[in-house]
């Protein structure tokens, strides 16, 4: 795979994709770099999963771990994009990295929120 075909393969991606009505802010931000990072590898074939992935979990100022998830389905969906032009892509499979989850809400029932209410009234400064 050619770099000139990878990175008119990704402009054909976001403009189809954007003219669907997608947004594409992150795509349009991250894809870049996936391509730089592809043709920066001595590819003398498709694109495979394994580098996807490598890809995804590189190490940045920016973000932690909880973006290694979302840069990968990114990703993958340009991947299976490319597999309709080159077969041989490899698309990894949904799972390969752990989602982060969020904890779960605490819910105060009324009687504590009122509690709290007054707790808060009863510590602002006199004549407040």
């Given at each position: 795979?050619?770099?000139?075909?990878?990175?008119?393969?990704?402009?054909?991606?976001?403009?189809?994709?954007?003219?669907?009505g997608?947004?594409?802010?992150?795509?349009?931000?991250?894809?870049p770099?996936?391509?730089?990072?592809?043709?920066?590898?001595p590819?003398t074939?498709?694109?495979?999963?394994?580098?996807?992935?490598?890809?995804?979990?590189?190490?940045?100022?920016?973000?932690?771990?909880?973006?290694?998830?979302p840069?990968?389905?990114?990703?993958?969906?340009v991947?299976?994009?490319?597999?309709?032009?080159?077969?041989?892509?490899?698309?990894?499979?949904?799972?390969?990295?752990p989602?982060?989850?969020?904890?779960?809400?605490?819910?105060?029932?009324?009687m504590?929120?009122?509690a709290?209410?007054?707790?808060?009234?009863?510590?602002?400064?006199?004549?407040?």
């Amino acid at each position: 795979m050619t770099a000139d075909f990878l990175a008119a393969q990704l402009v054909a991606y976001l403009s189809r994709r954007e003219a669907l009505g997608f947004h594409m802010r992150a795509a349009t931000l991250l894809l870049p770099e996936f391509v730089a990072c592809m043709q920066a590898q001595p590819l003398t074939g498709p694109i495979r999963a394994h580098l996807a992935l490598e890809w995804a979990g590189q190490a940045s100022a920016r973000r932690g771990a909880r973006g290694e998830a979302p840069r990968l389905s990114i990703a993958r969906r340009v991947l299976a994009y490319l597999q309709a032009a080159a077969p041989d892509t490899a698309v990894p499979a949904r799972g390969r990295l752990p989602t982060p989850r969020r904890s779960t809400p605490s819910l105060l029932t009324p009687m504590q929120l009122t509690a709290r209410f007054e707790a808060a009234r009863a510590r602002r400064p006199r004549g407040s």
